[in-house]
């Protein structure tokens, strides 16, 4: 019995003590917290900011507290998290709802920070009403010109041509590519991309039909193409993006044609042919903290292949903004065309970014491995030159905003490492003759008006 008694002793001390404790660490975490929000001293707050201290005492005003110090530091991705907590404690409180608007615009989450305007009431919705679909929500417009190479095709006909075997090869020259882009809002966190671009190309083309071979110096090639992509973001930050890009070709080839005559030898005229390929998918984003998740899967039919192209990666904000970012991803492609042996090509990727004094953003990309039919920014950029394969690609932009909405001027450079080889229509062959790699260099701008 004495045993009880003190065992029971002792743990009434030990209960006593801890419900002492908690009311002991907020009282410090509390006027801490106060002191520093009322001083402005943002860094001595932030240092609070840690998982041991939120999880022995967690209400609004600690979070509310924590997230102003993050976002008058700019670490408007903190800020969100902070924010986000603090309206779980008091849902639909103006204040946080004000800030956390503002920094999803900061952070370029415009869908998002839409889709929080919609909470807001009395003098805040007077200020910023709920915003309305509208047809002109972006335009953006853009030249490209690429140059490739003037090398020849092949040194002697023969060399690329052998008896009895069908199939092509092309080496770009040069080509001018043209887009116009539309983005439509239809509702808040909901908007419609449409793209039109027309690429107007000037290729060496080299062609077997089995008995002869025919060389064409300038081979033209139009190509217009329309891509279509809905765009839906949810309040906790999930994108959604299925696409869908239809490319409509148009090319010269050489054929035969009969004098008109009996007994007339036959003539090389060059006539135009059409083909029609396409690409579809879904691409998938995910904020996660001070990191973006990046997914996407999609099937393609160009050049004569199906393909399915997938992508994984993850872009990191090292201060919770976007003054500067670091991305690593992995694209993985397989080709199953008709009667060929099933293709596997892994095609990593990285990118860098940062701001100048706030007023202009470098953007660098760098792209390694085998890219056939290669589909980027979630298809609407399509590689897709035939018989033709990038194996390096390093990209530089300047991004120079003009406006507050987001309007910008863009400009850049792109250089590739490319190679040419003979594709023979006859899927048993797979070797690859009359290889030629060469570097080409392409040069870009553009304006991207946000109304």
């Known amino acids: 019995m004495y045993r009880l008694i003190v065992a029971i002793g002792c743990s009434l001390f030990l209960l006593s003590g801890s419900f002492a404790q908690e009311p002991a660490d907020f009282n410090r975490i509390n006027n801490e917290t106060y002191r520093f929000y009322t001083e402005q001293k943002w860094d001595s707050l932030i240092l609070l900011d840690k998982e041991e201290v939120v999880a022995k005492v967690d209400y609004y005003y600690l979070r509310m507290r924590l997230g102003i110090a993050h976002y008058n530091t700019k670490n408007y ?93 092309s080496l770009t020259r040069h080509y001018s590519n043209t887009s116009l882009s539309l983005v439509n809002m239809l509702a808040p966190g909901v908007t419609l991309q449409h793209t039109y671009t027309r690429l107007s190309k000037l290729n060496q083309n080299v062609y077997s039909n089995g008995t002869g071979g025919y060389y064409m110096g300038e081979q033209q090639v139009i190509q217009n193409q329309y891509y279509i992509s809905p765009r ?56 996660l903290g001070p990191v973006d998740l ?57 990118l860098f970014g940062f701001a100048i004094a706030n007023k202009v953003w470098i953007d660098l990309n760098a792209t390694l491995g085998d890219m056939t039919n290669y589909l980027e920014t ?55 003759t009359n290889t030629i790699s060469y570097n080409a260099f392409s040069i870009y701008g553009g304006i991207s008006w946000k109304f």
């Not at 009969?258 to 690409?279: I, L, P, R």
């Not at 090292?318 to 099933?342: A, C, H, M």
């Not at 850049?412 to 080889?421: H, K, L, M, R, V």
């Open 77 to 169: 991705r903190k800020a969100v998290s902070h924010f986000t907590k603090a309206l779980e404690f008091n849902q639909g409180d103006q204040v946080a709802l004000e800030y956390l608007y503002y920094s999803r615009l900061f952070l370029g989450q415009h869908a998002q920070a839409a889709l929080v305007r919609e909470e807001f009431k009395g003098a805040m919705a007077q200020k910023l009403p709920p915003q309305k679909g509208e047809f002109f929500d972006r335009i953006t417009a853009e030249y490209l010109y690429h140059r490739g190479t003037d090398e020849p095709l092949y040194e002697y006909l023969g060399d690329v041509l052998q008896p009895g075997q069908t199939g092509a090869q």
């Open 232 to 287: 839906i973001t949810t309040s906790s930050g999930s994108t959604f993006s299925p696409m869908f890009h239809l490319l409509g070709i148009r090319y010269q080839v050489p054929v035969e044609a009969s004098s008109g005559y009996q007994g007339g030898s036959s003539q090389e005229t060059v006539v135009y042919v059409k083909e029609t390929d396409f690409a579809t998918g879904l691409g998938f984003q995910k904020g």
């Open 294 to 350: 990046h997914l996407g899967a999609w099937y393609s039919q160009l050049n004569l292949a199906n393909q399915l192209q997938g992508r994984f990666g993850l872009n990191w904000f090292p201060k919770g903004n976007l003054n500067l970012y670091v991305g690593g991803f992995l694209n993985g492609q397989y080709e199953f065309s008709d009667g060929r042996e099933g293709m596997v090509r892994l095609i990593p990727e990285v």
């Open 378 to 432: 979630n298809g609407m950029i399509v590689f897709n030159s035939f018989s033709e394969v990038i194996h390096k690609k390093i990209k530089c932009s300047v991004i120079i905003p003009f406006t507050e909405k987001g309007s910008s001027f863009y400009m850049g450079g792109i250089w590739t490492a490319n190679s040419s080889e003979f594709y023979a229509f006859d899927p048993i062959i797979t070797e690859l």
